[in-house]
């Protein structure tokens, strides 16, 4: 069986980044640039005032408290009409222009106003650049401001608005078509009968989504030789495949031949995990092609650990794994060494550390397990125990709401 580290490397290696198009920035969230973008505006275009207060030459009140005669007031969205010299202050308000002369900003709170506003006490000392908003401290016109491969979220949108951006160049959205197979499955919308729901299908499609791919759902294949392969040759033509069930030993798993006739390259079969050992990877040309296992949580979690960062990947993210995060275990775990473990498991915060909680169940048809699930605590495939306290890494999983 192949190492689960092993095989999200060798998908990564085999897993392309789509073409460039321009798109909306509204429609690029999710996607990472596929060109760096310069910065057509300096941003601030102007030093101003972090804070409602006084602009002041921070020279002149370093002996505080002193008196200053103020000037002028200015608020945001106009400019100063004059300078200040030593002694003065000009009252300003936050997101204001700071006027020529001043280098520091003192808060209201630290001043009091005399003589109707005509004169200010300063009660603290600054130094120069306190409480001031620099020119070009966002960005400055002609510079790089977003990095090739920059993944574009919503502070990504807002500072590309800012400078008056509204296309980028992204990776197209890749897509995926999705299928399962087995007589016993129904598709929702159906009367079940004696069989039961397709659940797999709609729920990746819907994992597809929200990482930011289009998904298909082409249907349900009988256990059939022939109908597996009729649903795969509809197949052609996507960036990205995922069927679920049919890739294990049994005598009417036919998933790995249909795919093998279809022309795939099968690059392993079967992982050291629990959940969803009967895992395929293959490629054709440079579309990717995934055999998830039947079982509702298995498919979840391969989803996840696997075929998430491939779509990541395909957006143009550099770093397309799901980063792990330190967390220490709740409860004692015990399992025999040989597989890697992802337990589904929630997290509480206690002593500034977050406290893993694996599920009651973790049984691969259970998908009310699921629906409480925000990690996967990963149980190496090594190791036989771990006591309560013990490190542990935790994966976030997408599919939480």
Not at 137 to 143: L, S, V
Not at 149 to 158: F, S
Not at 162 to 190: F, H, M, N, W
Not at 282 to 295: D, E, I, Q, R
Request: hydrophobic share 45%; charged share 20%; net charge neutral.
């Amino acid at each position: 069986m192949t190492d689960a580290d092993d095989a999200q490397r060798w998908i990564l290696e085999k897993t392309p980044t789509l073409s460039a198009q321009t798109v909306p920035v509204a429609d690029a969230l999710g996607r990472a640039l596929a060109a760096e973008v310069v910065a057509e505006r300096t941003l601030p275009p102007w030093d101003n005032s972090a804070m409602d207060g006084y602009a002041v030459r921070s020279a002149d009140v370093s002996g505080a408290p002193v008196t200053l005669k103020v000037v002028e007031t200015v608020y945001a969205g106009q400019m100063p009409k004059r300078a200040i010299g030593p002694g003065e202050a000009t009252r300003v308000m936050t997101g204001a222009p700071l006027p020529p002369g001043a280098d520091a900003v003192v808060m209201q709170e630290k001043t009091r106003a005399l003589d109707d506003g005509a004169r200010v006490e300063i009660h603290e000392a600054v130094t120069a650049g306190t409480f001031v908003r620099p020119k070009g401290g966002d960005a400055r016109q002609g510079a790089v401001l977003l990095p090739l491969g920059t993944p574009i979220g919503i502070p990504e949108a807002a500072l590309l608005y800012a400078q008056g951006i509204g296309e980028v160049p992204v990776p197209r959205r890749p897509k995926v078509a999705l299928l399962s197979t087995g007589d016993e499955l129904c598709r929702y919308d159906e009367a079940p009968g004696d069989r039961i729901v397709d659940t797999n299908a709609p729920a990746l499609a819907l994992a597809v989504k929200r990482a930011g791919g289009e998904p298909t759902i082409l249907g349900i294949a009988r256990d059939d030789p022939a109908e597996v392969r009729a649903l795969f040759e509809r197949t052609r033509g996507f960036d990205l495949v995922l069927s679920s069930a049919g890739v294990s030993v049994g005598e009417r798993d036919f998933v790995r031949d249909a795919l093998e006739a279809l022309g795939v390259q099968v690059h392993f079969w079967k992982v050291a995990i629990k959940p969803g050992k009967p895992l395929l990877f293959g490629t054709l040309g440079s579309a990717l092609y995934f055999g998830l296992p039947g079982n509702p949580a298995s498919s979840l979690v391969t989803f996840e650990v696997f075929v998430l960062p491939a779509l990541r990947r395909m957006l143009g993210h550099q770093q397309a794994l799901t980063p792990r995060v330190p967390g220490r275990v709740a409860v004692a775990q015990h399992k025999p060494a040989g597989l890697t473990h992802f337990l589904r498991a929630t997290v509480e915060v206690r002593d500034g550390a977050l406290w893993a909680k694996p599920l009651p169940t973790q049984l691969s048809g259970s998908l009310r397990s699921t629906t409480r699930a925000t990690h996967l605590m990963v149980f190496p495939k090594d190791a036989t125990r771990l006591e309560p306290g013990d490190p542990v890494e935790l994966i976030p999983v997408s599919w939480a709401a």
